[in-house]
């Protein structure tokens, strides 16, 4: 094994700078390890020597010339609903099997202009409809803590390719916990940034009003550093916000004088696996050390997110994913013999079953004289546990929220896939993160008895990410959880 | 029993932006298939809208030219169904927050003047075509026209007859010229029309049951497939059957109305809020800014050339049916100075040449100077108005200027044929040997009798016409 591939994006920085290695080096580096490990842990669905190759030429010149940037010569993976051009964009999906974008996600273009390395694209979800990426057309990502699991979902293949060393660092999406999620499944910190903080345009959308781009990583550092790469606002995305972008790693510090960390109540329900708490607890002890407060606080109205959440995203998808029909491009059934048959066969085909179920559920809550009742009702949920977060942040004070990510470690490959109900629970403790568009990150905090990575939520207010990523750099310094290498049977 | 018709009318109106209303490419008429296209209107994954602000500004033009409340707030909404021309599955149009709402305009109808109630307009986007093979089963889709902006105005069910609704449909073509919005051509589809109409007895309040009509293409058209509609619906009413609520189609070919869909198999199109685009959000400034922007609008202009130039309201309406004919007018008169000789040239002389041609006002050759030209060599009684109105014609066939006309052909000498044809008579009367000798065959005696012409007009004659004259004289 090469040791380059258990460094962190900051030591890769370094030795790139002082010429102790070459963006190819590290780029081969990388290569080889995916043609080790990922026929077992498939975290692939392609992967882009050609592409990887130019990149790292491009950096190399960039390097000699003067002028890089902090991703210049750095390897990356991209989950594969951001499109990129030129190389196939799936989505998980049998619609988009060989969909091949000819425009670039505005990420993508900033990460380009970095000089970044693009190693490949990565499994997921299907349309990232999902919480344990068993729902791709293609693949099962398997855990690579252990893989007989689940890397959870729907940014599987994002989280487990960097738990495996089969890149230093990689983009992933969240809607109600895609990032956050196998983050901690997988021992990696993941954050999801707030809503309109990084350009949405050229991720393939799910649901809309809740998606967002973010950053998976070794540690909170590399964390700071990619998330800075793709922030800021981008003309083509009208809900992207026009704020200026901090250099966040300056927020990295030591001790958490002053700062007050709410543990909202609700958040330590029955059913919490005890690991699960005890890490949590443990974490919370962690910031305490580190100088911050500790104040419990409540959010009366979490109860209800998962509903809301299962009617406005499902409604959402409903309409975005109108556009697969078979006309332009994606799958055409050849099984048809008018325009309604071409319809129904096309997207009978193409799509799953958890697809079909949420574009289902959604067409119902649209459908005339049901809107009141679901989607509207479900917006004034989403507006009340909105408050919920801006009284905390607003009038009890508090810096960060502190929970769990989800209610267990990493479940067996199978165990949900029968109860739907069940698998939408795994987003109970982030959905309502994404409700109120706010940031929020996962930051590996402990193991369960089994091993298992855990890690710990934070949750900040909109815009706070240098708070996140400060008492985040605080609990990754006390639980020393990061830069983990498993080893993978 | 007597029935009263039931009108309300929706116009959509393909605005002429230099863009499209969700992406940057251009928005123009007539190109080949599918290269006025990006990733954005043919609805890749991925790709996002973002809102044109001109387009608001002209839907904001036309909802001040149309006396609407603009409230602060305004929210696009998705319209879903499938159709090939539609790319994203759904088009973004607007449904509980239309951008203005609650205006009105007048309409004058057989000399009275109606008020018709506007409910809304909202902004949305266009699809794309469906060019259909005739040779074998299959339709190609063409997505140049996705994507352009569309504003839809819909009335109050305030029309009483298709005359009525024919004048607001022409009303409102008018305004959008004037504001500068859109071609308003109908032929083309830059203006199209659907209609609710139902029938009640005279004297009911509560309304009957609606048809709704589609592919009208031209002003005739609306006229007529609501004169058809209601003979049809009295017709069953009479009968004693129910109108069905229903969507209908004209036949423009066969002059009748045929039935497309029933209510049943209406669109469910799942309307809620576009959450790729942010509210619509309109500052008093921006409001003040476009206000200031408006120009005069066709009502006002009416009412102002009655007063300032003392015209007849016939008159004042014919010339500002455009906005290029009353600058034409105003241009002109300022050229020289009688209103009313001007508007009468316009009405009878220009406006014959420009049908005729169809050829429009600010394009022709004769422009308000030459026209103002013209008139005043009529004025000054160098050339007769007969002969004006010819230099006219010369001059809106050649571009040449009147000047240069009246000397070319030699106006400015006697020409006036009956003034020729008064001398041409008494030389003729006065030398009956010389008649008779030409009549005979001697040709050449011709010049003797337009030597005696010259004479008594003392060289001004047109010596081209007189000869004319005398030939036709002696010869017809």
């Given at each position: ?229 793709i922030s800021g606002h981008d003309p083509r995305d009208s809900t992207s916000a026009d704020m200026p972008v901090p ?243 | ?93 607007q449904y509980e927050l239309p951008l203005v709402e609650h205006g009105w305009v007048d309409i004058d109808v057989e ?28 339709s190609y889709v063409d997505l140049n026209r996705t994507g352009t902006p569309l504003i839809e105005i819909v009335s ?321």
């Open positions: 094994m090469n040791e380059l591939i258990t460094f962190p994006i900051s030591k890769l920085q370094s030795l790139l700078s002082d010429r102790e290695v070459s963006p190819s080096e590290i780029a081969s580096a990388y290569l080889e390890r995916i043609e080790a490990v990922d026929p077992t842990v498939q975290a692939y669905i392609t992967v882009t020597p050609g592409v990887a190759e130019e990149d790292a030429k491009a950096a190399l010149n960039r390097l000699k010339d003067g002028g890089t940037a902090p991703l210049t010569g750095i390897p990356l993976g991209i989950k594969d609903l951001i499109c990129t051009k030129g190389t196939r964009t799936t989505c998980a999906s049998r619609m988009l099997e060989n969909f091949v974008p000819p425009y670039n996600a505005t990420v993508m273009d900033m990460l380009n202009s970095q000089g970044a390395v693009m190693l490949g694209k990565l499994n997921m979800d299907e349309f990232a409809m999902g919480s344990s990426t068993e729902n791709s057309a293609f693949m099962k990502t398997r855990n690579p803590w252990d893989t007989k699991r689940i890397p959870g979902g729907s940014s599987g293949g994002s989280a487990a390719a960097v738990a495996a060393g089969e890149c230093p660092a990689s983009l992933g999406s969240d809607t109600g916990g895609s990032i956050r999620q196998p983050a901690s499944h997988c021992g990696v910190v993941g954050m999801k940034p707030t809503y309109g903080r990084v350009s949405r345009f050229g991720l393939v959308a799910f649901a809309s009003s809740l998606d967002q781009i973010g950053p998976l990583t070794r540690d909170v550092t590399d964390c700071a550093i990619l998330l800075e790469a250099c966040y790693r300056d927020a990295l510090k030591e001790g958490l004088k002053g700062m007050v960390v709410g543990v909202p109540s609700e958040y330590f329900v029955k059913g919490l696996d005890p690991d699960v708490e005890n890490v949590v607890q443990k974490g919370i002890e962690y910031l305490e050390k580190q100088g911050a407060s500790i104040r419990e606080v409540s959010l009366p109205h979490t109860e209800y997110a998962v509903a809301a959440y299962y009617i406005i995203a499902p409604a959402e998808a409903s309409s975005n994913l109108s556009r697969y029909d078979g006309v332009k491009y994606g799958h055409r059934s050849s099984n048809y013999a008018n325009l309604m048959e071409m319809y129904q066969s096309t997207r009978s085909e193409g799509f799953g079953d958890e697809v079909k179920r949420r574009i289902m559920i959604g067409t119902y809550c649209l459908s005339a004289g049901y809107y009141d009742a679901y989607y509207k009702k479900a917006s004034q949920v989403r507006t009340l546990i909105m408050q919920d977060f801006k009284k905390v942040f607003q009038e009890t004070g508090c810096h960060v929220l502190a929970t769990p990510v989800a209610p267990t470690p990493a479940f067996g490959i199978g165990d949900k896939t029968g109860d739907p109900l069940q698998m939408y629970l795994s987003d109970i403790f982030t959905i309502p993160v994404n409700l109120a568009g706010l940031p929020a990150l996962s930051v590996p905090c402990g193991f369960s008895k089994d091993n298992l990575p855990i890690g710990l939520q934070l949750v900040a207010d909109h815009f706070q990410e240098e708070t996140l990523l400060q008492a985040a750099y605080n609990v990754e310094l006390m639980a020393g959880c990061c830069n983990k290498l498993p080893e993978i049977k | 029993m007597n029935y009263e018709a039931v009108i309300g009318l929706e116009v959509h109106v393909q605005l002429k932006t230099s863009s499209k209303i969700f992406c940057s490419c251009v928005n123009k008429f007539g190109s080949s298939p599918n290269t006025q296209t990006c990733p954005v209107c043919l609805g890749m994954p991925g790709v996002l809208p973002v809102l044109n602000r001109r387009v608001v500004e002209y839907a904001l033009r036309m909802g001040m030219a149309t006396n609407c409340k603009i409230p602060k707030y305004s929210q696009l909404a998705r319209k879903h169904y499938f159709y090939p021309d539609l790319p994203k599955g759904y088009q973004i149009s000399g009275k003047t109606r008020r018709i109630g506007i409910t809304r307009i909202h902004i949305e986007d266009d699809a794309g075509k469906l060019v259909h093979d005739e040779s074998r089963p299959v109050e069910p305030d029309i009483r007859s298709p005359e009525e609704a024919a004048a607001y449909v022409r009303k409102i073509r008018q305004l959008v010229r004037y504001l500068g919005i859109s071609d308003g051509n109908m032929e083309e589809g830059s203006l199209r029309c659907d209609a609710n109409i139902s029938l009640r007895p005279e004297g009911q309040k509560e309304f009957g049951t609606k048809s709704e009509l589609k592919n009208m293409n031209s002003f005739r058209n609306v006229q007529k497939a609501l004169e058809y509609e209601i003979r049809r619906q009295t017709a069953l009413l009479l009968d004693g059957q129910e109108i069905v609520q229903e969507t209908r189609l004209w036949d423009a070919g066969k002059g009748v109305t045929h039935s497309m869909r029933g209510k049943e198999e209406a669109h469910d199109y799942r309307y809620f809020p576009d959450p790729d685009l942010v509210p619509i959000e309109i500052s008093d400034q921006w409001m003040e800014e476009i206000r200031a922007d408006l120009p005069e609008l066709p009502d006002e202009k009416r009412r102002r050339f009655m007063e300032q130039y003392g015209l007849p309201e016939y008159d004042a309406s014919v010339l500002t049916v455009s906005r290029e004919t009353g600058d034409y007018f105003e241009e002109a008169v300022r050229l020289f100075d009688n209103p009313k000789s001007v508007s009468n040239w316009i009405m009878v002389e220009l406006m014959k040449l420009l049908k005729q041609t169809d050829v429009s006002i600010e394009q022709c050759n004769v422009t308000p100077a030459y026209l103002a030209e013209i008139l005043a060599l009529v004025d000054k009684g160098t050339i007769s108005a007969q002969m004006g109105k010819e230099v006219l014609q010369d001059c809106f066939g050649t571009g040449k200027s009147p000047a240069s006309i009246v000397e070319e052909k030699g106006l400015s000498q006697v020409s006036d044929e009956s003034e020729l044809e008064a001398v041409v008579a008494k030389v003729m009367e006065a030398n009956p040997k010389e008649v008779e000798l030409y009549r005979g065959g001697k040709k050449k005696v011709l010049s003797f009798l337009m030597g005696q012409v010259m004479r008594e007009t003392r060289g001004k004659a047109n010596p081209k016409k007189v000869n004319e004259i005398f030939r036709k004289m002696l010869e017809g």
